[in-house]
């Protein structure tokens, strides 16, 4: 299987002169050719576009400085336009599994900036990585590259942060273990465990919304153009980019304890796209980032060989006791502790939740592996039928 594999770079004055060059050429490349495919009927293809937008380009007087920069970025940057418009095409028809992709958008020369070299583009040679045109650039080795990269993208972010990205080819590792796990996403506990175990969310950007406010408002007062308005627009990106590295940080360290802890990781699946019209819990829902810590499980379990399965959002995880299996009905947010009607007994809200998607998950470990409509790892992401148990149709909005 293959894996990316990303680290940090700091090029010199002259490298990010040359990467500055570089980003331009591509975006320029890529919106040209956006620009005659929505104006066309028929969708050209990837070698008329190189010949009109690369080859014969560079020979007029507009597009001259296309040649300044190596010719693979750019060849490139057509073929990652035609895999866009494939995919937004295999979607529209339902070929695609999963959310509808939008069409190809123009790129913008404030956002994230990104280049792409396949082989005979690059080179890695004493702990540095040499681009075409660019020179020997430092990296930041975090890990050691598994295998030989089969392409290098290198990537500028909204907050002028450079990384390397590299695609290897992973040998995916089967680490024997025999337990299992049910977990409930939630709130104010971020992940309830069937074992027990609360784990709690950092929350950055909860932290960081005063300070991310007050950067905004100043934004919003500088003069479009202005070298004032640019370094506002940088500060409120280095924020954005530190909230997204605080959350990523947790969520890559929770999915990794949970897949070597555990053979079989059975989560719920629940509609956060629903969930984010709410005007309440909307900001909130999208602080947690339950979504990529789901991609993160599935990815990950993939890779050392366990066993992902998602339970249908129409389980009654809630409502049903984990002791005598009796349903008590529908409960409040607010009721986090309830007691069993049938057989008394006293329930956590969440760890009863998390015990009960363990048990919808169909493992013969859990009640001789009682009912439970469950999907595994390759289907997760796109199977939304209804459960097998004969439930009432209410959706618990937690779990």
């Not at 202005?226 to 360290?253: G, Q, T």
């Not at 389980?315 to 309830?338: A, D, F, H, N």
């Amino acid at each position: 299987m293959k894996q990316r594999y990303k680290y940090r770079i700091y090029p010199t004055p002259p490298q990010v002169h040359n990467l500055a060059k570089l980003f331009g050429c591509c975006r320029v490349v890529w919106n040209d050719s956006l620009a005659l495919c929505n104006s066309s009927k028929k969708l050209p293809s990837n070698g008329d576009l190189q010949k009109t937008f690369i080859t014969q380009a560079k020979k007029s007087e507009e597009r001259e400085w296309l040649a300044e920069v190596s010719n693979i970025p750019l060849q490139q940057s057509i073929a990652d336009l035609g895999v866009a418009w494939k995919n937004y095409f295999d979607s529209f028809k339902g070929k695609r599994k999963g959310r509808r992709v939008s069409r190809p958008k123009f790129k913008k020369r404030n956002s994230r900036q990104s280049a792409r070299f396949r082989v005979g583009g690059f080179s890695i040679k004493h702990g540095k990585i040499y681009l075409t045109k660019i020179g020997k650039i430092k990296v930041v080795w975090s890990r050691e590259l598994p295998s030989p990269p089969s392409s290098v993208t290198v990537i500028k972010d909204a907050a002028n942060r450079y990384f390397i990205s590299f695609v290897v080819e992973v040998v995916p590792t089967i680490l024997p273990n025999g337990q299992s796990v049910g977990i409930d996403l939630g709130i104010t506990d971020f992940a309830t465990l069937s074992t027990g175990e609360k784990v709690k969310a950092p929350k950055p950007l909860k932290k960081h919304l005063r300070k991310l406010h007050k950067a905004q408002r100043k934004l919003a007062r500088k003069k479009k153009g202005s070298k004032r308005r640019e370094l506002a627009r940088r500060k409120v990106a280095k924020i954005h980019a530190r909230i997204s590295d605080i959350r990523n940080d947790f969520l890559h360290k929770l999915s990794t304890r949970i897949i070597r802890e555990n053979q079989a990781i059975i989560l719920e699946d629940l509609n956060v796209s629903g969930m984010m019209k709410n005007r309440k819990l909307s900001r909130a829902i999208s602080d947690l980032g339950w979504q990529s810590f789901r991609t993160m499980l599935e990815a990950k379990s993939e890779m050392y060989g366990r066993d992902f399965r998602v339970i249908s959002r129409w389980e009654p995880t809630s409502q049903r006791c984990s002791c005598c299996g009796q349903i008590g009905g529908k409960k409040e947010l607010s009721v986090r502790e309830w007691t069993c009607l049938f057989c008394g007994a006293v329930h956590d809200r969440d760890e009863n939740a998390a015990i009960n998607i363990k048990v919808a998950g169909g493992l013969p470990e859990t009640l001789n592996g009682r009912g439970g409509w469950s999907k595994t790892a390759s289907n997760a992401a796109s199977s939304s039928e209804a459960s097998t148990h004969q439930f009432p149709k209410q959706l618990s909005l937690f779990g």
